[in-house]
């Protein structure tokens, strides 16, 4: 499958654990986006990443949130002492070029906190 | 007001109906104008993305959009059950900066 691989799927946390979620962009992809999005919103942007870079991330929330794209190996959104309120679907999207518009979106890793 | 604006419907036609999808937009910087489609529980997929104004067609969807108005539309002719998903539209002016609408529920009846 050369499409954008998120891991894992589903994810079920308690409040205060930590959430790792993964993205492996498609293969020749160097740019790396992570989107949320909550039941009847649109997507919401949290951050854009190119390799060892974080070029944009104004829509990660301040605390808690963090993300990085190392040399080897996925992408990671990681969220700290999770709350409630993070129960969310995250997508991760990757593309060819660093403008396009062509964005392609993995299946999601829906992220529940108990 | 939202960025971008987005009918949530839901929106329930019969199968072969044409079916007009709409988004107006408040910044007039946006030049790349798409449509995903995004069935349940899975990822959005890009179906259409056009560049300032005018139409694109491809198959049964044909885009438009109107910069004067801020307004764009995604027209699918002779819809089909397997249209049913939701329709996100997206635009931006550069990568990073892009808004999608909430997404309009579309299902067509047999």
């Known amino acids: 499958n050369a499409g954008v691989m998120q891991n894992p799927r589903h994810l079920v946390r308690r409040r205060g654990q930590e959430a790792r979620l993964r993205c492996s962009p498609m293969k020749g992809h160097s740019h790396v986006y992570w989107y949320r999005q909550l039941p009847e919103e649109g997507l919401k942007f949290m951050v854009y990443l190119q390799k060892e870079n974080i070029i944009d991330e104004s829509g990660m929330p301040k605390e808690r949130f963090s993300a990085e794209f190392p040399k080897e190996g996925p992408s990671i959104l990681r969220i700290q002492q999770v709350v409630r309120g993070d129960s969310a679907a995250y997508f991760c999207?990757?593309?060819?070029?660093?403008?396009?518009?062509?964005?392609?979106f993995g299946e999601g890793s829906r992220l529940t906190v108990l | 007001q939202k960025e971008v604006e987005q009918d949530p419907g839901p929106l329930s036609v019969p199968e072969g109906a044409i079916v007009s999808l709409n988004c107006t937009y408040s910044?007039?910087?946006?030049?790349?104008f798409m449509w995903y489609r995004q069935y349940s529980r899975k990822g959005p997929e890009l179906l259409m993305y056009?560049?300032?104004?005018g139409n694109k067609e491809d198959g049964r969807f044909t885009a438009q959009v109107d910069k004067s108005s801020k307004y764009i539309s995604l027209f699918i002719r002779d819809s089909q059950p397997s249209d049913s998903a939701t329709y996100l539209c997206a635009m931006s002016n550069n990568n990073n900066d892009m808004r999608f609408g909430a997404g309009t529920r579309l299902t067509v009846k047999p």
């Open positions: 910044n007039s910087a946006f030049q790349y």
């Open positions: 999207a990757s593309s060819l070029q660093q403008y396009t518009g062509e964005l392609f």
């Open positions: 056009t560049y300032s104004s």
